[in-house]
Structures are given as C-alpha cells and as structure tokens.
C-alpha cells in the first residue's frame, strides 16, 4: 500500500479541491441570481459535470500503481497556482455556470488582464496534463478532445451572454 499513497494523495487533492469548490459555486449562483442574474445556456452544464466525473473516475481507477512524472506533476501544481489566481480574482463572482447579472462590468484584472477567459485555459490544462503526470496519454487526449467539443458549446454561448 505504500507505493499508492502519491497517487492517492495527488488525486485526493483534486477531488477534495473540486468537491470544495461545489459548494462555493452554488453559493454564488445563487447570490448573483437573488442580486438580479440570470443563468445562460444551462442546457450543456450536466455534460461539464459528467465530463469532469468522468475524468477523475478514469484517473481513480487507471493512475494508481503507475509512474509519476516529477516534472509533469510539477507543472500541474503550477497550473493550480493558476486555478487559485482565476478563483481568487473572481471572488464571489466566479461560479460553475453561465451567470450574467445586468450592469456588471467584466473582470479586467488579474489573469483577465492577459486572458478572456483564464479559467477555461487552467481547466483545459489541467485536463490534459494530470493523465499525463500519470502517463495516461490516452487518457489526456480523450477527455481533451471531450473537453474541446463542450467548451466550444459554452464559450460561444458565453461571449454571446457577455456581449462580445
């Protein structure tokens, strides 16, 4: 059992950090829909969810006992410390769903300084480069292709929430 606890303790960490944030999101939502929001395009939101539980359910049951790139997981705290930056720029705006609240202005700081939309690039690498830390290949080009198709779906409708 001692050679799994690495990969017990990286995964954990991801699923504990997803399973924390749940609750946050729902808390946002729903302060900026009480603050006059309205949610856009929630039609592919359940795919976000199964493709995100999907991809941690894969690494769950393929990564334990396989070999752990140093490097690689490196790079995937890296773009944590990239996750935290979106996360704590946004505040108690930043939330799982499309959620437009009339007169707002858009976040221009932080990563959004560089970035329209920093947090979909931390979770498309994160996607791609956790499998990988694993040497999942398949693994990361699967749900990247999975993950590619919805955000397409949901940035358009997002832009077009936003007015851009």
Known sequence: ??????????????TFQRLTELPVARRNTA???????REVAPGHYPLI????ASWLLALWVLAPGRAISLPLLGLFFVIE???IWVLRTLG???????IVVPR?????KGPYRFVDHPNYAVVVAEIAVLPLVFGLWQVALLF?????????????AENRALGR
Request: glycine share 8%; hydrophobic share 55%; net charge positive.
């Open 1 to 14: 059992m001692t050679e799994l606890w690495p990969h017990i303790a990286i995964l954990g960490f991801v």
């Open 31 to 37: 302060r900026l829909l009480a603050e006059g929001g």
């Open 49 to 52: 969810v199964a493709l995100h």
């Open 81 to 83: 410390l990239g996750r």
């Open 92 to 98: 108690p705006r930043w939330t799982t769903r499309i």
């Open 104 to 108: 707002e202005k858009l976040v221009a």
């Open 144 to 156: 990247s292709v999975l993950n590619a198709a919805i955000l397409f779906v949901r940035i358009r």
